[in-house]
């Protein structure tokens, strides 16, 4: 079975400042990562995905996350963080259909993001 | 547009009186699941479904029934609800297990 780990309920940042939010998983199989945000009262958005090929994936609003198969990671950066960025963040996995199982997504605890001014 | 969506988006209801959240995708997804969302504890998978009249638990089922009759729809029922059942649900749909999914904006039930 997988899990997943946000090691950092809250991260406080200035605004322009860089991000890294962090996320490890385990998993005795292969594996797709994905990052949702939820802003305030909003349901879940997709930021970015990863299911194959290069290990660096590009999201949206400029968030990138980068996947790191021998430390089973996938980080969450961003050079530079906007006010608009507060929100909170779930890594999440699945595994990739192997062996009969059931594929389903386990999400992290979340990452509350907070910038500011 | 391609959406989820549940109703009701807000109820506030009593000890043991039987409820249903709607939820609906106009994607033709296969898959589709149920999650409640807790504070300091995340999304937690309710129940799923692989395909029509294919459901399954996921990881906190009690207190909870499904069903599954069209591909579009995926009611949570809830047929006496308890206060610890107070929570923000959330329907999800995908073209498979393995993909990303689409959330629908939440469903925040108190139950008193």
């Known amino acids: 079975a997988q899990s997943v780990t946000q090691l950092d309920s809250q991260v406080p940042v200035f605004e322009e400042a860089p991000v890294e939010l962090r996320c490890n998983y385990s998993?005795?199989?292969?594996?797709?990562l994905f990052w949702y945000v939820q802003y305030p009262n909003q349901g879940l958005q997709l930021l970015l995905k990863y299911l194959s090929g290069s290990t660096l994936v590009k999201g949206i609003n400029g968030f990138e996350a980068e996947f790191n198969k021998s430390q089973t990671s996938f980080h969450l950066r961003k050079p530079s963080v906007h006010i608009s960025d507060t929100a909170e963040y779930f890594c999440a996995v699945s595994d990739a259909g192997y062996g009969g199982s059931q594929g389903n997504l386990i999400f992290g605890k979340g990452t509350k993001l907070s910038v500011k001014p | 547009e391609a959406q989820v969506t549940q109703n009701p988006r807000y109820l506030i209801t009593v000890t043991g009186k039987k409820l249903t959240v709607t939820c609906s995708q106009n994607?033709?997804?296969?898959?589709m699941s149920w999650y409640r969302q807790d504070p300091g504890l995340g999304l937690r998978q309710i129940y799923y479904s692989m395909n029509v009249e294919v459901t399954d638990k996921g990881d906190v089922p009690e207190g909870y029934k499904v069903s599954r009759k069209e591909k579009r729809n995926f009611p949570l029922i809830l047929e006496s609800p308890s206060p610890n059942q107070t929570s923000l649900y959330f329907c999800?749909?995908?073209?498979?297990?393995?993909?990303?999914?689409?959330f629908g904006p939440g469903t925040r039930l108190t139950v008193t």
């Open positions: 994607m033709n997804h296969e898959y």
């Open positions: 998993s005795s199989v292969s594996v797709y």
């Open positions: 999800a749909s995908s073209l498979d297990a393995y993909y990303e999914q689409y």
